[in-house]
């Protein structure tokens, strides 16, 4: 039976519309002449989904009892008895009640699929279960109900069903998503503005991705091997050189000519490990193509060119960045054809750029010689060899010569020469080469005992197995030269790993990379120290009056390392240059955390001084001002006034030295000045404390606070103090501007690492153009008595939200009014930075 088709119509967030979707497309595909029945469709109470239900078939639910309570779900059984063309299954990533078939809805319609049955099913991104731990970071959200990228994928069409954010939040305010009193704690929660343009993002970006698995694979199937230019690409070759940030930055510039276009950096590595290359020039490089907002890739094969063309095909790759060669010419020369040259002859249709740089060729110069591979003690033992065996197997074959034997004469010395190339490397090899060519000549080649040969056949025998020799012992000398560079590598890769892991595991980096670089090289002791002397760590124990390697540690140098005991080879500078690469990273970053801290601390603290300097110069000026006027005016009537203009002068001084008094008094409360700084106190604070506590200075009673407190809620990083007035002060303002009989509702919740505090009132709102004056400097936004506002003000309560890491903002109540959200960082997290 052929399977059916399914078609998803994947959404940001619920309410853009799927549903309605779905519906409209059964409907048009219905009045094709399509058997279209609905399966299971969530209305949600939406009048306008439901509306479009009307004139479709609709397959009856079935009921299951669990605990007590009946619930609905898709009558799988009766959906696949019915067997309509098209069935149209709302919400795929649905868990069925208990007791049902199948424990997963999705799983319900591969059962429909494998029937034969079409589907149009609906799905919202964050229940993709790959992208499960994005979304719960962006919404602070966690996701139980999953569906698995894999059957996503199977679909034959993928839509996404788009509504702009702003346009979703709209449709949420005026009721048209969620019942009226679930509109203010979406709002605020998980349809907040950027939550919403953050899934919009994600379901688009994961959508582009799935069309680009497509494009692949259609390619593959149809065996296209040709690039096809959907999107640019950019693969920049690397290879360790000096000339790779000139090639990445190119790389990225042309890559930043078109929208979306890519940057991919690769780089190809032999098959043994040993390919020429430096590994801090490649980690810097790395570190730049992801600066550049690119990705880079490593790659393994002998064939530089072809390995580099393969892999811009499998990336579909519209262009291709290399490098001049640093050959110079007289190399190129000799060993023909570069890699450039054979890159732009297999290529293609993409499009190769040659770049040149300042390392590039061009001077004749000869190749260097480079070291042999071998110890200076195993070369010794090679010329060692050569000369103590080589008379003896002398004397071994002139003592059984006969005139068949010159043929097994080569062959014993051809052994000798392999065998001394093994133990000693070339220069014994080619010594040894030489020296048994000469025997031969003079005991075994007619006249014997001279350095004359008589036959040219003899003399071309003579040259041949010279040459042989010669390029037997260099095949033995690149072997052992591969066999130590590839020991060196795993032991390099060893040390790198471990000092990895080390700081993986939690211990420092500098720590790490230190106490490695003792052990990798067997030094006494390793330091690390300071532009000014000081010692920032050390491991191990210098030797008193030894020699030591000094090394600079970043540019412009940031300390130095000290190297005690033998002094590393050449081969091991390398190495070194990667540790100190990544100890002058790690020291940096080192540095720019504690100056971030430095810098937070003394923000925190500014802003709580700002704040109590605005109070002082504007709460306290008022109080006093008025218990002046009303003690200058008793002293200026003298006996003239009446006992009630009297006592009346003495009640407005009395209520205006209390209430200076008492700010007073707060102020000294929560400035806990510690040798002239300002300081916040965090520590772990239970919100419903700081609220009720706050609610019994105002005096407030259930006539007019309505509390909705999550018993959940983790404890607050906060100082209780200055979180107190804050509460404090926003209650106040949002009682004082109620209409009369309607109560402040006071609500606590947690949003992933933050807690939010929300103070919601009734009364008339503030214009969204005039919040930025709410938190100006005390504005009384009309008030102007001599009882309203004279706590901190708004200013004040900001900078004191902010001083504790928090933050504070006004929002629209739905249906008008005001909420003020305080929200603070939960105890758990920052507590323990």
Do not use: C
């Not at 061009?362 to 065996?389: D, N, T």
């Not at 990667?578 to 937070?600: C, M, P």
């Amino acid at each position: 039976m052929k399977r059916g088709m399914l078609r998803v119509l994947l959404g940001a967030a619920p309410g853009v519309g799927k549903t309605y979707e779905m519906l409209q497309e059964g409907a048009r595909l219905a009045a094709d002449g399509r058997d279209v029945v609905i399966a299971v469709v969530e209305t949600h109470g939406r009048a306008a989904t439901a509306a479009q239900t009307a004139g479709l078939a609709e397959v009856p639910r079935r009921a299951y009892r669990h605990r007590g309570v009946v619930l609905e779900e898709m009558d799988l059984d009766a959906v696949l008895a019915r067997h309509p063309d098209l069935a149209l299954v709302d919400e795929l990533a649905h868990t069925n009640a208990p007791g049902a078939r199948n424990a997963k809805r999705w799983q319900d319609v591969d059962e429909l699929l494998a029937a034969g049955i079409d589907v149009i099913t609906t799905v919202n991104v964050q229940h993709i279960e790959s992208l499960g731990d994005v979304v719960e970071r962006i919404t602070g959200a966690v996701q139980r109900e999953t569906v698995p990228d894999a059957v996503i994928r199977r679909a034959e069409q993928i839509e996404v069903v788009d509504l702009a954010p702003q346009s979703l939040r709209d449709r949420l305010s005026a009721g048209l998503v969620y019942p009226a009193e679930r509109v203010d704690a979406a709002l605020s929660n998980y349809f907040r503005l950027g939550n919403l343009t953050a899934l919009r993002e994600l379901a688009l970006l994961w959508l582009a991705d799935e069309v680009d698995s497509a494009l692949q694979t259609y390619r593959a199937e149809q065996g296209i091997s040709g690039t096809w230019q959907a999107r640019e690409r950019v693969v920049v070759a690397l290879t360790g050189g000096p000339e790779g940030e000139t090639l990445l930055r190119r790389g990225a510039r042309i890559a930043a000519r078109s929208a979306g276009g890519e940057l991919l950096a690769v780089h190809v590595s032999a098959q043994d490990g040993l390919r020429q290359g430096s590994p801090d020039a490649l980690v810097r490089q790395r570190a730049l193509v992801e600066s550049l907002g690119g990705t880079y890739h490593q790659v393994v094969g002998d064939d530089v060119p072809r390995a580099l063309v393969e892999f811009a095909r499998s990336v579909n790759a519209t262009q291709l960045v290399i490098g001049v060669s640093r050959r110079g010419r007289l190399t190129a020369a000799l060993t023909g054809p570069g890699i450039g040259a054979t890159v732009i002859r297999e290529s293609g249709d993409i499009d190769v750029h040659m770049v040149t740089h300042a390392a590039a060729g061009g001077r004749l110069r000869l190749p260097r010689l480079q070291r042999g591979a071998l110890s200076l003690k195993r070369r010794i033992l090679g010329f060692a060899v050569a000369l103590v065996f080589g008379p003896l197997l002398s004397v071994l074959l002139f003592t059984f010569r006969s005139d068949d034997s010159i043929t097994s004469d080569v062959l014993a010395y051809q052994l000798l020469v392999v065998v001394v190339a093994l133990v000693g490397g070339i220069w014994p090899a080619l010594f040894a080469a030489v020296l048994s060519g000469l025997t031969l000549n003079v005991l075994f080649v007619a006249p014997e005992f001279t350095l004359s040969i008589a036959h040219p056949l003899h003399a071309l025998a003579l040259a041949l197995y010279v040459v042989i020799a010669i390029l037997v012992s260099y095949i033995v000398d690149q072997a052992a030269r591969r066999t130590r560079r590839a020991e060196r590598a795993a032991a390099e890769s060893e040390l790198l790993a471990t000092i990895a892991g080390s700081v993986l595991r939690g211990e420092g980096a500098v720590p790490a990379l230190v106490g490695r670089t003792r052990e990798a090289f067997g030094l006494s002791g390793v330091r690390l120290v300071g532009v000014d002397g000081d010692v920032l760590w050390s491991d191990g124990e210098p030797l008193r009056g030894g020699r030591f390697t000094s090394l600079p540690v970043g540019e412009p140098p940031r300390a130095t390392l000290e190297l005690h005991g033998s002094i590393p080879d050449a081969a091991a500078r390398r190495l070194l240059d990667v540790i100190v690469a990544q100890l002058a990273a790690a020291i940096e970053h080192t540095d720019l955390s504690a100056t971030a801290r430095e810098a937070d601390a003394l923000a925190e603290t500014d802003q709580v001084r700002t704040a109590l300097l605005s109070a002082v110069s504007h709460d306290l000026r008022r109080p006093l001002a008025a218990a002046v006027a009303a003690l200058g005016g008793l002293r200026a009537a003298g006996g003239q006034l009446s006992a009630d203009d009297r006592a009346e002068l003495l009640a407005t001084a009395d209520e205006s030295l209390a209430t200076l008094t008492a700010l007073v008094t707060d102020l000294l409360d929560v400035s806990r000045v510690q040798a002239g700084v300002l300081a916040v106190s965090l520590a772990p604070v239970d919100a419903a404390d700081v609220i009720l506590a706050a609610i019994d200075e105002l005096g407030l009673g259930p006539a007019s606070v309505e509390l909705s407190l999550d018993p959940e809620l983790p404890a607050l990083a906060a100082d209780p103090v200055l979180l107190q007035r804050v509460v404090v002060n926003v209650l106040a303002n949002a009682v004082r501007h109620s209409p009369s009989g309607r109560r402040v509702l006071v609500s606590t919740s947690s949003l992933g690492a933050l807690a939010e505090i929300r103070i919601v009132d009734r009364g008339e709102g503030v214009p969204a153009e005039r919040r930025g004056d709410m938190f100006a400097p005390f504005q009384r936004m009309g008030d102007t008595d001599n009882t309203a506002g004279l706590g901190l003000g708004l200013a004040l309560s900001r900078g004191f939200a902010e001083g504790m890491g928090g933050s504070i903002a006004a929002e629209d109540t739905p249906g008008g009014g005001l909420t003020m959200v305080v929200a603070l960082p939960l105890a758990g997290g920052r507590m323990g930075e």
